[in-house]
């Protein structure tokens, strides 16, 4: 059983940023933030395989948000630039030990098996 845990979460404005971190208590094939704001559904933000390195973004933050490890820590980061409103969620790390993340893949839940219990994001407008 693979526990992880999340920080790096709390308040910014507009324009600003944050970094979340994920520690795992053992290693994992692929890590991943999701987020789930009030009265919506969890999405996939962003993803890593970790044996590979290749990374997969959603859309909406393309450009702006940055995931990357640091498998001697079995660590993963999410650097949030240039943040948004819309982008205030509960954010959550996820772990899998289900092979290789495809782009077609990377952003369902059933993908993962381990969850954290997540880090409050709010953005100010």
């Known amino acids: 059983q693979v526990q992880l845990v999340e920080s790096g979460g709390g308040s910014v404005q507009a324009g600003g940023s944050l970094r979340l971190s994920c520690v795992a208590s053992g290693y994992t094939s692929s890590m991943g933030w999701f987020r789930q704001a009030p009265g919506k559904e969890r999405e996939g933000v962003a993803a890593?395989?970790?044996?590979?390195?290749?990374?997969y973004y959603a859309d909406s933050v393309k450009g702006r948000f940055t995931i990357s490890q640091d498998n001697a820590k079995n660590t993963v980061y999410l650097q949030m630039n240039s943040l948004k409103p819309e982008d205030t969620a509960m954010y959550y790390c996820a772990a899998g030990d289900r092979g290789p993340l495809y782009s077609y893949r990377w952003s369902r839940a059933s993908t993962y098996n381990y969850w954290g219990q997540g880090t409050q994001v709010t953005v100010s407008s």
């Open positions: 890593i395989y970790t044996a590979g390195g290749s990374t």
